[in-house]
């Protein structure tokens, strides 16, 4: 896995490599709690601020903010803003409000929502958890896997194409023959892992919403912040998605520049230090800083930045594009199940 969020990608990316290889070295779990203690800060620091800016260019005000733990909070909030959406939305909130339960209040969510004074929802933003990086990041290596495979399967009929003298495309195979060969390669590309001949594909293997951020406001305005975007001097867009059908909004992998000298501030003025004290390091070098930790940091990270309306929010959160419901048909829609 490739986490774009974090400023330490690089590193971690090669320590799972080498896990997978079976080449551990001595100093791979303090380093992997180094880089998941201070690149988990500096995400979280980044995806406050950026939402912070974005929030009041969109709403014209600053934001009041509440961490959450569980879904349930975050659609609690969404019913107290339920005039801002369409009869669909208030229906949807009715429906809700009426059998809670039926709506997975208690998911997790490692997040903060920002509220107008009002109290009424304006956005949110997120680290996604470990459990849910690893799920992504297993279909992301089984695709992988599955292409590898795939390609190697192509190679062994382009082989037995070349012996008869004709083109790959001229070659006839019964099924049984194609099952076969794609056992025959699967054993070849486990054959690579077991000999320590794989390198992982960084591409691939690439996840860019490990942190993200989602505003809610009428279209107009998310046009308007969407083409405004360009002119923030710390923030690029990557790539862009829209989408429609049951689930709309427009979502945005933008890169950041981070606040080094900030974000070194906060860890002190926030005392943040002591929230770490159990997590492996000692009370000695959590109290030096962050600074000692940055050595080989990138100055940028990407997010996720969606776009929604009010009533596609609600629509995501309670009607025919529940997020819990996507989730489950993630893990049912496996491309490859090989015996890899």
Not at 5 to 12: A, E, G, N
Request: glycine residues 6%; aromatic residues 8%; charged residues 30%.
């Amino acid at each position: 896995m490739y986490l774009s969020s974090f400023i330490h990608r690089d590193d971690l990316f090669d320590i799972v490599e080498r896990w997978l290889l079976g080449r551990l070295e001595p100093d791979d779990g303090l380093r992997i709690t180094q880089i998941l203690i201070c690149d988990g800060f500096v995400l979280g620091q980044t995806l406050e601020a950026v939402a912070n800016t974005l929030l009041r260019t969109v709403h014209g005000q600053p934001c009041q903010t509440e961490p959450i733990q569980f879904k349930g909070q975050l659609r609690d909030a969404i019913c107290r803003s339920g005039k801002d959406g369409n009869a669909r939305s208030g229906k949807l909130i009715r429906l809700y409000e009426t059998n809670p339960e039926f709506f997975y209040r208690e998911a997790p969510i490692n997040g903060t929502i920002c509220l107008d004074n009002q109290k009424r929802l304006l956005g949110l933003y997120r680290i996604k958890r470990p459990r849910r990086i690893a799920e992504k990041a297993n279909r992301y290596v089984a695709n992988w896997i599955f292409r590898m495979v795939q390609e190697r399967a192509e190679e062994m009929a382009a082989e037995r194409a070349s012996k008869y003298n004709i083109h790959l495309g001229e070659l006839i195979t019964p099924q049984k023959l194609m099952d076969l060969e794609f056992i025959s390669a699967e054993r070849d590309i486990a054959q690579r892992f077991r000999d320590n001949n794989i390198e992982l594909d960084k591409f691939a293997l690439r996840i860019h919403d490990v942190g993200g951020i989602k505003i809610v406001g009428n279209a107009e305005k998310l046009s308007l912040l969407e083409k405004d975007l360009s002119s923030y001097p710390k923030i690029r867009i990557i790539d862009r998605e829209s989408f429609s059908g049951n689930y709309q909004a427009t979502s945005l992998i933008i890169e950041v520049t981070w606040d080094r000298e900030l974000v070194c501030l906060n860890y002190f003025d926030l005392r943040i230090w002591q929230k770490y004290l159990e997590r492996g390091l000692s009370e000695a070098e959590l109290k030096r800083g962050l600074e000692p930790l940055l050595d080989r940091a990138k100055p940028t990270l990407k997010i996720e930045l969606i776009l929604s309306t009010f009533s596609d929010m609600v629509e995501s959160e309670l009607g025919n594009s529940l997020h819990e419901e996507r989730i489950v048909a993630q893990r049912d829609n496996k491309v490859y199940k090989g015996y890899i």
